[in-house]
């Protein structure tokens, strides 16, 4: 991963790769690439400077997908109910008074 610097590395005790990643706090969290939201474990976020910038509660990856999803598809049928009463465009009107 060019411009990053990540290292990988692999202990053999299971299918798990370990990426030493060389940003911490906000500056990890930035990066799109690296963020894990949520799924951070309480020890990556001592370790990597993340306390009190992420929600208190842990979330696995998978949870995350299925909670976006499931406000996903709520924001399509909200969309889908709201359809017929939006109004088919805005006007502004600004009075310039001199």
Known sequence: MAGIGLNTSHDGTDDTDTIGVPLVGQTL???ALLNKGTAFSED???????????????????????????????????????SSCA??????RYAIRG
């Open 87 to 92: 109004p088919s465009r805005v006007v502004t």
């Open 44 to 82: 990556e976020r001592r370790a990597l400077g993340l306390l009190g910038l992420l929600p208190p509660h842990v979330e696995t990856l998978e949870d995350q997908v299925s909670r976006a999803y499931e406000e996903y598809q709520a924001k399509d049928s909200d969309r889908d109910a709201t």
């Open 29 to 31: 969290l930035d990066c």
